[in-house]
């Protein structure tokens, strides 16, 4: 059973940045896309971004030029950078890895408010 522990959310001021990292318990991380999602209260989730095995990366429209997704092989972790944070960034993010299996974190709490 692959596991998934997120880190690094908490509470920043608007303009404000953050990093999240997603460590994984198994090598299985190599082979899959790792991404992160969110969820606002009373939203449903939603991807945020992803990263293939190959380096690969792509966005969600309201993130783009702001977040960057990365990924470190040899730790078994993936991490988001969120730059000039805004309101509507508050959310639980959530990291996921597929498609060999479906693994889902606990989900961290990011907060940007004032």
């Known amino acids: 059973q692959v596991q998934l522990v997120e880190s690094g959310g908490g509470l920043v001021q608007p303009g404000g940045s953050l990093r999240l990292s997603c460590a994984a318990s198994r090598s299985i991380f190599s082979i899959n896309i790792m991404g992160w999602y969110r969820q606002a209260p009373g939203k449903q989730r939603e991807l945020v971004a992803y990263?293939?095995?190959?380096?690969?990366?792509n966005y969600a429209d309201a993130v783009k030029g702001r977040f960057t997704i990365s990924r470190d092989n040899a730790k078994n972790t993936v991490y988001l950078q969120m730059n000039s944070l805004k309101p509507e960034d508050t959310a639980v993010y959530y990291c996921?890895?597929?498609?060999?299996?479906?693994?889902w974190g606990q989900g961290t709490q990011v907060t940007v408010s004032a």
């Open positions: 990263i293939t095995s190959g380096g690969s990366t």
């Open positions: 996921r890895s597929w498609p060999q299996g479906n693994y």
